[in-house]
């Protein structure tokens, strides 16, 4: 571990040696193996173990099922090799319609945005998710303006995302055991 220093703020780099897990020989051909980097890739795709128990196919079971009443619902979920921070926030669909959905909070992620087709379509459908003259596809995002949509990558599918760009805007609050948006009104 590096501190870097910059202004007011710390940095901690991680540097890390990963070598391959088996060398090859006579009996071995190199398509069969699984090395140390493939594993350390594969570990950085969402799986269905990055998510709490009660989800299935990477979605809470009451997601995309129209309510009455918004609500926000922050869950660390932790245990070995995942540990992930997923909010499960309603979209405005109409006056006094919403629809849940989970998303995976990921700093990592440079876009606004990434959605499931389910939510695509969904939010597509409901006139949230728009596209303008250029071609750019955005939604509108309560209390936050408008942010870039990008379809989840098939490495994460079918889970949806908030990448670092939202995440910054919505005001990601971090603590030892729990998180926050402190820019959230409610509801997308």
Request: aromatic share 10%; with cysteine; charged share 20%.
């Amino acid at each position: 571990v590096q501190p870097m220093l910059h202004a007011n703020w710390i940095k901690v780099v991680f540097v890390a040696h990963i070598e391959p897990l088996a060398q090859p020989n006579a009996n071995h051909t190199h398509n069969n193996m699984i090395n140390a980097t493939e594993v350390a890739a594969a570990e950085l795709l969402l799986q269905d173990a990055d998510f709490p128990k009660d989800y299935v196919n990477m979605q809470h079971p009451d997601d995309y099922i129209v309510i009455d009443k918004p609500f926000v619902e922050y869950i660390v979920n932790s245990s070995a090799h995942h540990n992930r921070l997923i909010v499960r926030v309603c979209w405005k669909v109409n006056d006094d319609k919403y629809i849940p959905m989970s998303f995976v909070c990921d700093t990592g992620a440079p876009t606004a945005l990434y959605l499931s087709q389910k939510a695509y379509k969904l939010l597509t459908d409901c006139k949230r998710v728009l596209e303008d003259d250029a071609g750019n596809v955005y939604a509108s995002v309560h209390g936050t303006g408008s942010a870039a949509v990008e379809p989840t990558p098939p490495g994460h599918a079918p889970a949806n995302i908030i990448g670092l760009k939202l995440l910054m805007r919505l005001k990601l609050n971090l603590s030892s055991s729990n998180f926050v948006f402190e820019n959230i009104q409610g509801y997308f």
